[in-house]
């Protein structure tokens, strides 16, 4: 049984604005959110293994959390002078990615079977192995985008009790730690 007092209080220490519980069986791996990585609009389709092709299909991302049941989902909310605060909304994903990795890296010591979903492509390394052939550095560490997995967000936080707009002049990062 996970004891999510301490988890939301570590999630906080590590940076988080928000966090709360993950039920794993709301997870829908859907295709029509995976097929949009394919666009490339992030840049990342064929650059590193947490995304596709590499991170593998849908069928083996459900397998991979089968043996899950819950798990921790976390939020960074930045907050934007307006809707073109190009720099707030950089340095809103600049502390989600720090915030990110610090509770990963804590997590992994009581879970270090966990599996961790973030808000966008694995940015442990300056830059990833996978163009180069070559195996991932850490595969411990390494950590899926949600939405490469398919995952819709803003449902995944809904289906969780967990806002995904935190209202005007906000941007909001999530991420999620399945843990047992
Ligand atoms: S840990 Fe490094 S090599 Fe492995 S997927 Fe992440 S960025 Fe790529």
Known sequence: ML????LISQAKSCGFTEAGPLDVATLEFLPEVRDMCASDRCQSYGKNWACPPACGTLEEMREKVKGFSRGLLVQTVGQLEDDMDWEGMQQAAQDQAESFEKLHDLLLKEYP?????????CTRCKTCTYPEGKPCRFPEKLTY????CGLFVSKV????GMKYNHGPNTVTYTACFLLE
Not at 113 to 121: D, H, P, Q, S
């Open 145 to 148: 985008s949600m939405e490469a």
């Open 113 to 121: 079977g966990l599996l961790a979903m973030g808000t966008g492509t």
């Open 3 to 6: 004891d999510y007092e301490k």
């Open 157 to 160: 936080c809904t289906d969780n």
